[in-house]
T-cell receptor, first 113, second 116 residues
């Protein structure tokens, strides 16, 4: 099955850029997602990228996909204290809605003022 | 707001008792999921449903059963709760056939279950 790995923790200073990394094993992955979870809340979809794309930008968020290395990253520009949360990457294998997502273990981002 | 309501949001129960968690959606989406979240494991799929009375097992289905008698409701039952089932449970929904939107899954706010 699919394995999705993330580093556990990242600490940055307010105003700096944050880069959260994710690696996966299944080369047939089609959609790749980033979710944000704040304390006591559910997962909020931040963005997703289709496997035929290398990059996707959405305001302060930039997603980079390296299919050769099976590496996905999320860059947050001008990181704010409100960005402190746990970030999960998730990968879908196949194109059908019934194909399940596999989640990484999450990266806890701490933003210091 | 993805139109998902989970109940109860918090519950403490004793080992061996049955527990049912409810997920209600207002979006009329076909797919519904139950995940559990544990430290170091991310989210793991317990069961999912692809329509009324159509359900299937996920990665960690042992000790759990589900039912979906109406499109809007998906119930997760722990027949005899154990301490290893202490976790946060998330319901999620997905609209099938929306590849242009990434077949995105949307999550509820979670149900915190403690088995003592």
């Amino acid at each position: 099955g699919e394995d999705v790995e993330q580093s556990l923790f990242l600490s940055v200073r307010e105003g700096d850029s944050s880069v959260i990394n994710c690696t996966y094993t299944d080369s047939s992955s089609t959609y790749l997602y980033w979710y944000k979870q704040e304390p006591g809340a559910g997962l909020q979809l931040l963005t997703y990228i289709f496997s035929n794309m290398d990059m996707k930008q959405d305001q302060r968020l930039t997603v980079l996909l390296n299919k050769k290395d099976k590496h996905l990253s999320l860059r947050i520009a001008d990181t704010q204290t409100g960005d402190s949360a746990i970030y999960f990457c998730a990968v879908r294998r196949g194109f059908n809605a019934g194909n399940m997502l596999t989640f990484g273990g999450g990266t806890r981002l701490m933003v210091k003022p | 707001d993805a139109g998902i309501t989970q109940s109860p949001r918090h519950k403490v129960t004793e080992t061996g008792t049955p527990v049912t968690l409810r997920c209600h959606q207002t979006e009329n989406h076909r797919y519904m999921y139950w995940y559990r979240q544990d430290p170091g494991h991310g989210l793991r799929l317990i069961h999912y449903s692809y329509g009324v009375k159509d359900t299937d097992k996920g990665e960690v289905s042992d000790g759990y059963s589900v039912s979906r008698s109406k499109t809007e409701d998906f119930l997760l039952t722990l027949e005899s709760a154990t301490s290893s089932q202490t976790s946060v449970y998330f319901c999620a929904i997905q609209d099938a056939g929306q590849p242009h939107s990434g077949n995105t899954i949307y999550f509820g706010e979670g149900s915190w279950l403690t088995v003592v």
